[in-house]
C-alpha cells in the first residue's frame, strides 16, 4: 500500500491497521466495493487509496455515524467547520472542559444528531468506542486525559479522502441482509461484523450483535450469488480463542493476521499478539499463494 491510510477519528475495532493485510486477498481491480459493517470504512479508504474498485457502497446501521462518513466525502469543508466550532467550545470551560463532551452528548441525544457533534463524542471518547443504552442514547463517557482529533488533523485526512470518493461512493444505514442482496457477481464484499460473545442484543440505531447461524446462512447467500467476500471474524490473544470457526460447508478458507500487541492486555502488564481471522471465499483462495504467508489458526495458537 503506497503511503499511510488516512482515516477519519479513532475508532474502536477499526481495521486501519490490519488494511494492507486484507488487500492482499482482494483482487487488483473489481467492479464495486461493498461495507454492509462499515464502522469508519478504513477498508473502503485503503482500497480507495490503491484505486481497486469503480465505486463504493458504505453501510452501517447506525445513521448518525454514516452521516459522518458521507459529509467528510461529499462535504468535507462543512464538516471540518462545524467541527472546529464544537471543539473548539471545549475550550472555554478552561480545567472543566470535560464538563462539554457532556453538554455535547445531551445535544446529541436531544436530537441533535449532526456528524459534527457526533464526530466529537467519538473523538473524545474512552478508547473510540461508541456505546449507545438500552433506551438508544449515547452513553459513553469522555477519556479525560485528551481534547480529541486536532481539527487541523482532521482537515488533511478529510480532504484526502474526500478526494478519493467523492463521486464513487453511496450510502446506506440498512441491515446487512439489504446489502448482500444488493450485491452482484463482480462485487467484492468486506464483512467485519461485532465479534462473537460480545452481545446478541440489536437496538434501533447500532448493531451490538449478529446472530452466528444467521450470519452463516447470509454469507451462504453470497455464494449461491457468486459473489467474492472477505469476513473479519474474531481471533485469538494470549492462546485464548474467541468465537466459533465458520462452517466448512461455505467453502472459504481461514487464516489469522497478525494485529500487534494486544493494547487491553499491555494496560494489565502483559505482552499478548493478537491474531484476527481473516475468511476468503473460494473464488479469492488462490491468492493466498501471491500473498505474504500468513498463520493457520494452529500456527496462531502456537
Known amino acids: 500500500m ?43 479508504i485503503a482500497a480507495a487509496m490503491e484505486h481497486r474498485a469503480n465505486c463504493y457502497v458504505i453501510n452501517d446501521l447506525n445513521r448518525p455515524l454514516v452521516g ?43 436530537g441533535q444528531e449532526t456528524p459534527a457533534n457526533l464526530l466529537y463524542l467519538i473523538a473524545r471518547c474512552v478508547k473510540g468506542a461508541v456505546r449507545y443504552g438500552g433506551n438508544g442514547k449515547f452513553n459513553q463517557s469522555p477519556d ?27 450510502y446506506f444505514a ?8 444488493m450485491a452482484c457477481p463482480g462485487d467484492l464484499v468486506y464483512l467485519d461484523p461485532p465479534y462473537q460473545g460480545v452481545t ?33 471474524y474474531d481471533g485469538v490473544c494470549g492462546g485464548k480463542e474467541y468465537g466459533e470457526d465458520l462452517p466448512e460447508s461455505l467453502g472459504c478458507k481461514k487464516i489469522m493476521l497478525n494485529a500487534g500487541l494486544s493494547s487491553q492486555a499491555t494496560l494489565l502488564g502483559k505482552k499478548s499478539t493478537t491474531f484476527e481471522a481473516l475468511y476468503i471465499s473460494e473464488s479469492l483462495i488462490p491468492l493466498l499463494y501471491s500473498a505474504p504467508k500468513q498463520l493457520s489458526f494452529w500456527e496462531a495458537m502456537a
Open 68 to 110: 459522518i462518513l458521507k459529509e467528510a466525502i461529499e462535504k468535507p469543508v462543512q464538516l471540518v467547520t462545524e467541527y472546529r466550532k464544537v471543539w473548539n467550545e471545549q475550550f472555554s470551560y478552561g480545567e472543566k472542559h470535560v464538563e462539554h463532551f457532556y453538554v455535547v452528548r445531551d445535544r446529541f441525544n436531544s
Open 2 to 44: 503506497n503511503g499511510k491510510t488516512p482515516h477519519i477519528v479513532q475508532y474502536q475495532g477499526s481495521k486501519r491497521k490490519l488494511a494492507p493485510q486484507i488487500l492482499e486477498y482482494m483482487p487488483k481491480t473489481f467492479h464495486r466495493l461493498i461495507e454492509p459493517f462499515s464502522g469508519m470504512a478504513a477498508i473502503t
Open 200 to 232: 446478541n442484543v440489536r437496538d434501533k440505531r447500532y448493531f451490538s450483535g449478529v446472530p452466528f447461524d444467521e450470519f452463516s446462512e447470509a454469507i451462504k447467500t453470497l455464494n449461491e450469488k457468486q459473489v467474492d467476500y472477505l469476513i473479519s
Open 174 to 181: 440498512l441491515d446487512y441482509h439489504d446489502m448482500i442482496e
Open 144 to 170: 479525560k486525559r485528551r481534547h480529541g482529533t486536532n481539527p487541523d488533523t482532521l482537515e488533511q485526512n478529510v480532504s484526502t479522502i474526500s478526494s478519493l470518493l467523492k463521486g464513487k461512493t453511496r
